[in-house]
């Protein structure tokens, strides 16, 4: 395994996923049946909490760990998201990273209509609401975190 640099990178500079996923549990069916499914069949590598993260470790030090490796943060809008405290630290976690959002180290996914905080709101999102533009959605997200690995 490569030393890690304080940016959670390999020495080389390369990131050990190219996304993290942020959700709520209470929407791991969507993710763990759809979202990974399609990602993975991109040859996109993910980090999941329930199956990347270290068993026994601390969950906060889990989800920087996750955070600081991936390219990408995927944070899955709903309204059991927005609800739960965990989500809101890993979010708060990703957006740490790159403030701005000029590096768009975080990738908003609207997985419902939901009332967005505004440090949400201000970001725009990719939405898979509509059953009917679900491919053209998962074309850009793929898009979009294929394109960090040449930046």
């Given amino acids: 395994m490569e030393p890690q640099r304080a940016d959670g990178c390999a020495a080389s500079g390369a990131f050990m996923y190219d996304a993290f996923i ?68 890993e979010s708060v976690l990703a957006q740490t990273l790159d403030p701005a959002a000029s590096q768009r180290r975080m990738l908003t996914l609207l997985l419902e209509p939901c009332s967005l905080p505004l440090r949400l709101s201000a970001l725009v999102y990719l939405s898979f609401t509509d059953a009917g533009r679900l491919d053209a959605s998962f074309a850009s997200l793929i898009g979009a975190v294929r394109r960090a690995r040449t930046q």
């Fill in 22 to 89: 942020s959700y709520s549990h209470r929407d791991g069916q969507w993710v763990h049946d759809v979202l990974v499914p399609r990602l993975e069949a991109a040859k996109l590598r993910v980090c999941i909490d329930d199956r990347d993260f270290t068993p026994a470790a601390w969950s906060l030090l889990e989800m920087e760990r996750a955070v600081l490796q991936s390219r990408k943060t995927l944070v899955v809008l709903t309204s059991h998201y927005l609800d739960s405290e965990w989500t809101v630290f």
